[in-house]
């Protein structure tokens, strides 16, 4: 898709006299729209628009519809996998400023929000009430861009991903028109299920601008620990073992020595360097305590060499603090290297193979790489830091994450548990979905965005943009 000139100047005409300030042009604004946490190259907008009502969005679907200009819809810009670079040009619609809470129904157990609205922004907002927001990225992103790539975190496990929180959703469609998907009902067996459609369809078919979402009652007690282990497979057997005896785990997150070397150094975490499980347990004080002694139970029979666990809330913060900074961790750890990363989700029964793959592969090549993971779901991440001198050190990396994926697929796992396709794991949705299911989303994307406006290029929407093979990361 290439835009011509005269309509792109057409197209920001008719949007700076809509939209007056809110259309930005400058170098630098661009700059900042045309950059993510990937390691592709930047790809800048040609235009910057600070939408600050559904209004605004809808003015620029319209005109970008007609002139048949792209549209790259941004939130906080913390997607890890290409999916904001404007690589066909076109506008940024920046959308953190429809930030406001727009209703909390505490009987409901929901809250309807703008698409700017961040996590912990709307946790700050329920904190009186008792409620509170589960999906917790590491990053703050905002619950539009977390309905878009359909996030996740450590709560996973028992919450739910975005795909389980999102109920309704108001969309604006390419061509500026509006609609209402889901409901407020906590169930329903009316009509496609277009929330889910629109959930984690990365921008590429219409752009939120109020979503209703889940929320849960802040547990009466919270139990956390931490566990390590000699080896990381006792600590992954341990994981599947808790999940199948029907443990009740809130959260259970994998940090292998490296992780929590670095997390000691980043966060002042002090716990000595082993791969190690972090648990919690959520409920009525003393089902904590029994959850508590019976993972106690678990761990020990596959080895682990300490266990302790607290109500302490300040231990909470603590420990979920380090692993939410783990990516920052990462980037402090070796000033001027480069961060390779990449997240695979497998069956629980498949994670221990997976995570002895991934780390006999990083063994073998000599370079740093650590591994993590919210492995109550079977999903985890590896990061491999690359010396940016040595090209070798790359096409190394670039091996051992395409082994990774391949094998996730082979696992009857996919190539992303939470952070998206965007443009860097393109190469191998051919192979994760077959011919069949990647024609039929080629013909949604088409019935619903007949120009191929909508974040080209991303998610396999563009049928060219697909690689016939899955060779590289
Ligand atoms: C340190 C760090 C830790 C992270 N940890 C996790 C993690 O644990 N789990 C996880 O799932 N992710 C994680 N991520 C990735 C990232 O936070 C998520 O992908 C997040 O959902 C992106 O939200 P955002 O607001 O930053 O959106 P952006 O990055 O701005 O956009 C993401 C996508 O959504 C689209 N989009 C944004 N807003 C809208 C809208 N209103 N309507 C339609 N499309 C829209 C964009 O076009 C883009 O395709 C992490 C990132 C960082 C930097």
Not at 100 to 119: I, K, M, S, Y
Not at 212 to 237: M, Y
Not at 404 to 423: D, F, P, R, W
Request: hydrophobic residues 40%.
């Amino acid at each position: 898709m290439t835009i011509r000139n005269t309509d792109l100047t057409a197209c920001l005409d008719r949007l700076r006299t809509t939209l007056g300030e809110r259309l930005a042009t400058g170098d630098s604004v661009r700059e900042q729209h045309g950059k993510d946490w990937s390691r592709l190259p930047p790809a800048l907008p040609d235009a910057v628009v600070f939408a600050e009502s559904e209004d605004d969005v809808c003015r620029v679907l319209e005109a970008c519809h007609e002139f048949g200009v792209p549209i790259v819809a941004h939130g906080n810009q913390s997607s890890l996998e290409g999916h904001i670079l404007a690589i066909r040009g076109g506008i940024a619609l920046n959308l953190t400023r429809m930030n406001q809470v727009l209703a909390v129904n505490e009987h409901d157990f929901d809250a309807v929000v703008q698409p700017g609205v961040t996590r912990k922004q709307l946790n700050q907002h329920l904190r009186d009430k008792g409620l509170f927001f589960a999906i917790d990225p590491g990053a703050d992103a905002t619950i539009g861009g977390m309905a878009s790539t359909r996030a996740s975190g450590t709560n996973a496990v028992r919450y739910g991903t975005m795909r389980e929180t999102v109920t309704a959703a108001r969309v604006v469609l390419p061509g500026g028109r509006v609609t209402r998907v889901g409901s407020r009902a906590r169930k329903s067996s009316s009509g496609y299920d277009l929330v889910r459609l629109f959930v984690g369809s990365e921008g590429t078919l219409g752009i939120f601008t109020e979503l209703t979402v889940r929320l849960h009652p802040i547990p009466e007690a919270v139990c956390v620990g931490a566990c390590p282990f000699g080896a990381a497979a006792s600590a992954i057997a341990s994981v599947v073992d808790a999940m199948h005896m029907g443990l009740d785990v809130a959260r259970i997150e994998f940090m292998d020595s490296l992780s929590i070397r670095m997390a000691n150094s980043y966060s002042g975490l002090g716990l000595p360097v082993a791969p190690t499980l972090f648990v919690e347990f959520v409920g009525a004080p003393d089902h904590v305590d029994q959850q508590a002694r019976a993972f106690g139970e678990i761990v020990a029979m596959h080895g682990a060499l300490d266990f302790a666990w607290s109500r302490d809330p300040a231990e909470r913060s603590r420990l979920w603090q380090a692993r939410h900074e783990s990516l920052y961790a990462t980037t402090a750890w070796k000033p001027g290297a480069e961060v390779w990363r990449t997240d695979v989700c497998v069956p629980i029964s498949r994670l221990a193979d997976s995570i002895a793959a991934a780390q006999a592969d990083i063994e073998g090549s000599g370079i740093d790489g650590k591994i993590l993971g919210h492995v109550g779901d079977g999903n985890f991440h590896v990061a491999y830091l690359v010396d940016p001198k040595m090209e070798s050190q790359r096409d190394a990396v670039r091996a051992m994450i395409a082994r990774l994926n391949h094998q996730a697929i082979a696992n009857g796992g996919t190539v992303s548990g939470e952070q998206g396709i965007g443009i860097a794991k393109l190469p191998y949705l051919l192979e994760e979905h077959g011919e069949m299911a990647l024609e039929a989303m080629h013909l949604i994307k088409r019935a619903l965005d007949p120009r191929g406006i909508m974040n080209p290029g991303k998610m396999g929407s563009e049928p060219s943009s697909l690689p016939k093979q899955a060779t590289q990361s």
